[in-house]
């Protein structure tokens, strides 16, 4: 008998997540981190002297609640506050929008009357369709096998439950989870509104972490994909995590080790151990092997086939398929610390809009200009900036009347032109992006008093994110729900016996939602259960 059941590949969110169901039923899980800290991209850090923020991601609302509860996150310290407003969009002419409960509807109709009878329907509309994705994400996707068989059967029957789902869809909803799922977010928002700002409000969530126009198909997935998160019981909202990202990882942590999870940080893997068409442990970088019955993987699934399994252990047709995952979500992350609240030319002063998502692209078409630009130019000179000061809402970030802010930037190219590096560019850009900011807010450039900045190549090589990617492969058609990670490996299950997959590159893909961390400990507990029984 091995003495560990389940070895997993990382201490990302899911793979915490993971090793927290795996232990809380009994078995013996082991997680091995590469970072000198668990949470992968939640996580928070100290980036200059007394200054602390969440440093990649930095908002909260898809993390799933049932997760939440079933692990007793708040018991494990865990405490999630909403914004005290959602979003602030200003517009260089002085004109702006300020979301929020109660907000929205003044606010919007200040802009266009008839925008603000049409944004009550389009709400609707997506959180009919949000409401089919939150039955969707803790259930694995329907899988495609090959021949007939047990295997087959087990699909059949887990397809029937997502058909169900599915079934309760009036034909006008269907009509529109259709749309949501090809269309771009530009076509379907020029249809039901006229003011730039509003549609800007919708379009910026189809194109955060996608490297794309907001015009280009597929865009509306990623606005929905946005749309089905929850604080606190209120659907759509987004909040902060008091001690930022990383208070979810921490307290995941506690719950696995409270189950009996082991975690080892400074443990990066090298290999796979693949014996027989298994996978049978791991050898982390200083040498050291550990045997598992099964092999869990929270990395990105490119990263997992193309440098941890040897590719002779792999089917070809499997190896060159996962060479073409696409990744690259074109995102730019940097944390500031200030001195002083920025005011903004737009509404002067302090106020609740400075605890909200401040989103710095007045119009769909600056953000179809800003994918163009740095596609030919390796980044956008006038450039999709959100930003977001948690310490407004989070005394525990900054010293007493100091502040930190985090930006996250949108479209600047994966790998840049013409055999640029990004390290020759990286301070360059943190300029733009501060510029930008002041642009709309005078001032804000000297209040910068310290920076963190990350680069798409800072993200691959701080977090294993390949090409930056924030999701671990984009939310393309072809790289969701049945094809996450490809057609036949949708259940979690790896070409090899033994292998899983528990990180963002499985359904229902990345954002911190513990979702595919929560689904992988199912089927492996399934596995498990049908080799030993019930231990
Ligand atoms: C800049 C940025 C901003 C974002 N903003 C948000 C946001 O505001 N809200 C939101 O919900 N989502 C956001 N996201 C997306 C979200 O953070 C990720 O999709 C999610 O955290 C991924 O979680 P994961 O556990 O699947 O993988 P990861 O967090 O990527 O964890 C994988 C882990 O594996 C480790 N690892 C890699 N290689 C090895 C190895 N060889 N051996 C051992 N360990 C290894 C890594 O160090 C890492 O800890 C953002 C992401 C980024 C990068």
Redesign the pocket.
Known sequence: MNEIDVVI???????LTCAAYLAKAGLRVKV????QV?????VTEEFCPDFRNSV????????NPKVIADLRLADHGLKIVERRAQNFLPAPDGSYLLTGEGRTLPSVAKLSVRDAEAITAFWRELESIADVLRQLVLRAPPNLVEGFGPSAIREAISALGTANTLRHLSLAQKRDLLDLFTRSAGEMLDERFEHDLVKALFGFDAIV?NYASPYAAGSAYVMLHHAFGEVNGKKGVWGHAIGG?GAIAQALARAARQHGAEIEVN????EVIVEKDRAVGVVLDNGESIRAKYVAS???PK?LYTR?IRGDALPPEFVARIKRWRNGSG?F?MNVALSRLPSFTALAGEGDHLSSGIILAPSLAYMDRAFADARAFGWSREPVVEMLIPSTLDDSLAPQGAHVASL?CQHVAPELPDGKSWDDYREDVADLMIATVDSYAPGFAQSVVGRQV?SPLD?ERQ???LG?D???GALTLNQLFSARPMLGHADYRGPLRGLYHC??GAHPG????GA??HNAARVILRDHRALFGSR
């Open positions: 590949i990382g201490a990302g969110h899911n793979g091995v981190e590469r970072r668990v949470g992968g991209a939640a990649a991601a930095y908002t909260v609302s898809l993390l972490g990202m443990a990066g893997v090298r929270n990395v990105n990263l941890l995102t992350r996250f990350l993200l977090f294993g994110l930056g924030i999701f671990h990180g963002s990345g954002g911190v939602t595919p961390g």
